[in-house]
């Protein structure tokens, strides 16, 4: 596409030709290839203006700024400089343009919420599929085209960036898709990521105690949130959760509620619709994925019946069973999550309840006191233990967790190593225990500064049951 095609809508301010072809948009210079529009924006840890010089050895053909500042290297003069009001903006347009608006062929289903967003999205993908509808999922735990998890070389976001995003839907496009339903995070919505994606239905699941700092405030986080009600055509709402009902208030847009009342109804029609579903959060993700299908003009009770198939995802309430030892990997990592997953093990469980979690540095630190209050009170043990400790001292992050508990009684142990934490946990378990390792679900590595270190609770909690086995045989 021209550039001048590109430019002819937008506000912004040229210094140079118009006339070339436009191949790709990036605000990363390491991703600047022969055509492309390098985006300087700065970010909250580097500034694309460090940038140009990489970025014109790269092939960029122009140069996007958003903010008055000094460019301090000459500037080739093939080279086109643009002022826009908003950098990322102007990549989400863009984006879509040279995709070819891929969104506007596709039905798009966009879920929100603190809690419940890769469930959700894995269960309406799972539902169109048993309907026999083609459907894509893009969310936490990676791409999946009619249930079958795809390889591509896409940042590890729950909420792609634009200038991903759209290449990803036009090959979903061409893949025969008629639905994409994708995670849609209050960062991904409040760096306009999904600004010129065309969302169809956007689902409103739960608002908790999350990212406030990511945000700089409680406030700015709910903003990102009620985000998705200006931008979606319809919305599917959690009734019993007020924030939600507040952000929706004065939407304007087509509204369908969901609540616990409904689950209970149809348990008193059928009671099999839902039993197959372990956790009463979890039958609320299965009914706001029925809910939104039914807002598309699927038969709510064909829905119902198929509710009994769902498979939830890779790491949320994922079963590993041994010599009498029952330990579930949840991605469980707020306080409400924490407290969804626990209570529903502590209703089902017939022997003690160990619970084996941390908390992620660099984030929030306001909820670690909570979580460490939720698991006291509802485990017999708890093994506090490393999650992603990023530049943060792990010991620090363990302290903030133990403000939160009252008792600290032996039944309350730290070990900071979380693989050692793990197998202590599986070893000390006795027969008709279960464990729960709670935190990082699906994750394949643990962040520790700047590095990644392979590393899977589900793999090292199956070779600690096997070890468990083999010394009680």
């Given at each position: 596409?021209?550039?001048?095609?590109?430019?002819?809508d937008w506000p912004c301010t040229v210094s140079g030709s118009i006339g070339m072809?436009?191949?790709?948009?990036?605000?990363?210079?390491?991703?600047?290839?022969?055509?492309?529009?390098?985006?300087?924006?700065?970010?909250?840890?580097?500034?694309?203006?460090?940038?140009?010089?990489?970025?014109?050895?790269?092939?960029?053909?122009?140069?996007?700024?958003?903010?008055?500042?000094?460019?301090?290297?000459?500037?080739?003069?093939?080279?086109?400089?643009?002022?826009?009001?908003?950098?990322?903006?102007?990549?989400?347009?863009?984006?879509?343009?040279?995709?070819?608006?891929?969104?506007?062929?596709?039905?798009?289903?966009?879920?929100?919420?603190?809690?419940?967003?890769?469930?959700?999205?894995?269960?309406?993908?799972?539902?169109?599929?048993?309907?026999?509808?083609?459907?894509?999922?893009?969310?936490?735990?990676?791409?999946?085209?009619?249930?079958?998890?795809?390889?591509?070389?896409?940042?590890?976001?729950?909420?792609?960036?634009?200038?991903?995003?759209?290449?990803?839907?036009?090959?979903?496009?061409?893949?025969?898709?008629?639905?994409?339903?994708?995670?849609?995070?209050?960062?991904?919505?409040?760096?306009?990521?999904?600004?010129?994606?065309?969302?169809?239905?956007?689902?409103?699941?739960?608002?908790?105690?999350?990212?406030?700092?990511?945000?700089?405030?409680?406030?700015?986080?709910?903003?990102?949130?009620?985000?998705?009600?200006?931008?979606?055509?319809?919305?599917?709402?959690?009734?019993?959760?007020?924030?939600?009902?507040?952000l929706v208030h004065n939407s304007k847009r087509p509204t369908i509620y969901f609540?616990?009342?409904?689950?209970?109804?149809?348990?008193?029609?059928?009671?099999?619709?839902?039993?197959?579903?372990?956790?009463?959060?979890?039958?609320?993700?299965?009914?706001?994925?029925?809910?939104?299908?039914?807002?598309?003009?699927?038969?709510?009770?064909?829905?119902?019946?198929?509710?009994?198939?769902?498979?939830?995802?890779?790491?949320?309430?994922?079963?590993?069973?041994?010599?009498?030892?029952?330990?579930?990997?949840?991605?469980?990592?707020?306080?409400?999550?924490?407290?969804?997953?626990?209570?529903?093990?502590?209703?089902?469980?017939?022997?003690?309840?160990?619970?084996?979690?941390?908390?992620?540095?660099?984030?929030?630190?306001?909820?670690?006191?909570?979580?460490?209050?939720?698991?006291?009170?509802?485990?017999?043990?708890?093994?506090?233990?490393?999650?992603?400790?990023?530049?943060?001292?792990?010991?620090?992050?363990?302290?903030?967790?133990?403000?939160?508990?009252?008792?600290?009684?032996?039944?309350?142990?730290?070990?900071?190593?979380?693989?050692?934490?793990?197998?202590?946990?599986?070893?000390?378990?006795?027969?008709?225990?279960?464990?729960?390792?709670?935190?990082?679900?699906?994750?394949?590595?643990?962040?520790?500064?700047?590095?990644?270190?392979?590393?899977?609770?589900?793999?090292?909690?199956?070779?600690?049951?096997?070890?468990?086995?083999?010394?009680?045989?």
């Amino acid at each position: 596409m021209l550039l001048s095609e590109i430019l002819k809508d937008w506000p912004c301010t040229v210094s140079g030709s118009i006339g070339m072809s436009v191949r790709g948009i990036t605000e990363r210079s390491g991703n600047v290839r022969e055509g492309y529009i390098f985006v300087a924006r700065k970010g909250a840890k580097d500034d694309g203006l460090c940038h140009l010089q990489e970025a014109i050895e790269s092939g960029a053909i122009a140069i996007v700024v958003d903010r008055n500042t000094t460019i301090n290297i000459k500037i080739p003069d093939n080279i086109t400089i643009i002022a826009v009001p908003d950098g990322r903006k102007f990549i989400s347009y863009v984006s879509s343009k040279l995709a070819g608006d891929p969104s506007e062929s596709l039905t798009i289903i966009a879920v929100t919420g603190t809690n419940g967003k890769t469930t959700v999205t894995h269960f309406i993908g799972q539902l169109l599929n048993m309907c026999g509808k083609q459907a894509a999922v893009i969310g936490t735990t990676g791409i999946f085209s009619n249930g079958r998890k795809i390889s591509m070389e896409v940042p590890e976001m729950t909420t792609l960036p634009a200038e991903f995003l759209h290449p990803l839907l036009k090959g979903c496009l061409h893949a025969g898709m008629e639905y994409v339903v994708m995670e849609a995070s209050s960062l991904g919505l409040s760096t306009s990521r999904l600004d010129h994606c065309i969302i169809d239905i956007g689902v409103f699941l739960n608002i908790g105690v999350d990212h406030y700092e990511e945000h700089g405030s409680k406030q700015s986080y709910l903003s990102a949130k009620k985000k998705l009600a200006s931008i979606a055509k319809e919305l599917v709402v959690n009734a019993d959760d007020e924030q939600c009902m507040a952000l929706v208030h004065n939407s304007k847009r087509p509204t369908i509620y969901f609540s616990e009342t409904m689950i209970t109804d149809v348990k008193a029609t059928d009671g099999l619709y839902f039993t197959a579903i372990p956790g009463r959060h979890n039958r609320m993700n299965a009914l706001a994925a029925v809910t939104t299908l039914s807002s598309l003009g699927f038969d709510r009770m064909e829905l119902l019946s198929l509710c009994q198939q769902l498979q939830l995802p890779e790491g949320r309430l994922q079963r590993i069973e041994e010599s009498g030892v029952t330990v579930y990997i949840d991605y469980a990592h707020t306080p409400d999550a924490l407290h969804n997953v626990l209570s529903s093990l502590r209703k089902e469980c017939t022997g003690g309840l160990i619970t084996v979690f941390g908390c992620g540095g660099d984030r929030d630190h306001g909820k670690r006191p909570m979580m460490g209050e939720v698991a006291a009170a509802f485990s017999t043990q708890v093994i506090i233990t490393s999650d992603n400790p990023r530049n943060e001292d792990p010991l620090r992050i363990i302290y903030e967790i133990l403000m939160g508990i009252d008792d600290m009684s032996p039944n309350i142990i730290v070990e900071p190593d979380r693989k050692t934490a793990i197998e202590r946990a599986v070893f000390e378990a006795k027969d008709g225990d279960v464990v729960l390792i709670a935190g990082k679900g699906h994750e394949k590595t643990q962040q520790v500064g700047q590095m990644f270190f392979p590393f899977s609770d589900s793999r090292i909690a199956k070779e600690a049951l096997q070890n468990k086995k083999f010394e009680i045989n």
